[in-house]
């Protein structure tokens, strides 16, 4: 999984380290699952199965800023 906060950054784990819940329980914070600053916010999350060559994650800001990765 890839989280990106508020403050521009991104946080990937794997989506087998993340705790396993029963169907009547409450959950996990995204939170406490990635260490993410005390004054960010999550704003996406995005799973991806593998990382391939020809295949990018592009951005966009408010103000036109865009970026691809």
Do not use: C, D, H, Q
């Not at 087998?16 to 004054?39: D, F, H, M, W």
């Not at 391939?52 to 865009?66: A, F, Q, W």
């Amino acid at each position: 999984l890839l989280v990106f906060t508020s403050n521009g950054k991104v946080y990937w784990t794997k989506v087998y380290k993340l705790p396993l819940g029963t169907r009547t329980s409450k959950g996990k914070s995204i939170n406490n699952v990635v260490e993410i600053g005390a004054n960010e916010t999550v704003r996406a999350v995005l799973p991806v199965e593998e990382f391939k060559e020809n295949r990018y994650v592009v951005m966009l800001t408010k103000r036109g800023t865009i970026k691809k990765t």
